[in-house]
């Protein structure tokens, strides 16, 4: 009866908020998209993306991503939303423990042996330390601690740096105390865009005793700082042996048979040393147990460095199956059910 409580308590307060920032005019836009998209009838996509936030969990941006408009109930009820995922995240991970995935400071500090790359905390390193940093690397990041989407994450060149101290004393008064090096990311995923680190998504579950990986995703940037869709990104769905189940997207009704710099081939993508995905995640997922629901970012490297991470997203976000690109009409809720029970 508790986590029946829990739950219901978590739907509610879910709902309760996602009610105080309705926004009727861009559902309205919304539903012009899908009208554009789909030929249905935009007072009909409106009502329906109504209904299906107030009852059937799902958000708008996951009713226009998902094609709900051209999916019948039963296959509807087949995919994962960001409202099912968000009361799986809330009602399995320890309060006390999710600062530890806010902070980027604070996970890189607990992941360490697993990041696979030097970083500096500019609240503790001097100038000197900086200088010698970006000696060592020539190209690093700076990141804001608490951040999302690739935001406050920005990209510099240390033979541009003519003052050091003063470079430091920016990076801080930009709320950039964590300092990174660039990975140097697999020759395959360097063939599709050489310019970004393109990492891949796993989202995934420890159980207590090994952890299930539910979904991957691979994301592919367009020669900016960050793969995020806010830097022009755009992702393609993995299938249980790392390669890709069709073309890319993104949110903005972006597709791409190629990418759109490179030319290479997305549908004919293969994720390189997909064999040791899963035992990387292994080792990941028993890091911090008392938060089993994570969406993980890392990077494939080459084969003389380790798989790196990049991340971990306790609220870890879905990455679906789009049915018009895929020609699937079926999502993944149910292997989350069978690993996680919902």
């Known amino acids: 009866m508790t986590n029946a409580l829990s739950r219901l308590r978590n739907r509610a307060s879910y709902v309760l908020g996602r009610a105080r920032k309705l926004d009727l005019p861009s559902v309205w836009q919304r539903a012009g998209e899908v009208r554009d998209q789909h030929g249905v009838a935009r007072p009909k996509v409106f009502a329906d993306m109504m209904w299906s936030a107030a009852f059937r969990e799902t958000p708008f941006q996951d009713y226009v991503d998902w094609d709900y408009a051209i999916l019948t109930r039963a296959e509807r009820e087949t995919f994962m939303t960001h409202a099912i995922s968000d009361q799986i995240a809330r009602r399995t991970a320890s309060p006390e423990h999710r600062g530890l995935f806010h902070d980027k400071i604070a996970f890189n500090e607990r992941f360490d042996a697993l990041l696979g790359r030097e970083w500096l905390d500019l609240r503790v390193a001097g100038p000197d330390e900086l200088r010698a940093f970006g000696a060592r690397h020539g190209t690093l990041f700076g990141k804001q601690p ?197």
């Open 146 to 342: 608490v951040s999302s989407a690739g935001l406050g994450v920005s990209r510099y060149s240390a033979a541009e740096v003519t003052d050091w101290e003063a470079f430091h004393a920016d990076l801080l008064e930009k709320g950039q105390p964590l300092v990174e090096e660039q990975l140097v990311q697999h020759p395959v995923l360097a063939e599709v865009c050489p310019g970004t680190v393109n990492t891949t998504r796993i989202t995934a579950f420890f159980d207590g005793e090994r952890t299930h990986i539910l979904s991957a995703a691979q994301k592919f940037g367009r020669g900016q700082a960050s793969d995020q869709q806010s830097f022009g990104g755009f992702y393609t769905m993995l299938d249980d042996n790392g390669h890709s189940r069709g073309r890319g997207y993104d949110s903005h009704h972006g597709l791409h048979e190629v990418h759109p710099e490179s030319g290479v081939s997305i549908p004919d993508f293969q994720l390189p040393r997909w064999d040791e995905v899963e035992a990387f995640m292994q080792e990941v997922g028993r890091v911090v147990p008392e938060v089993p629901y994570v969406g993980w970012d890392i990077v494939i490297t080459p084969d003389d460095r380790p798989i790196a991470l990049i991340e971990g997203n306790w609220g870890a976000g879905v990455y679906e199956n789009k049915p018009s690109v895929t020609g699937v009409r079926t999502g993944s809720r149910q292997r989350f059910r069978d690993v996680i029970g919902f």
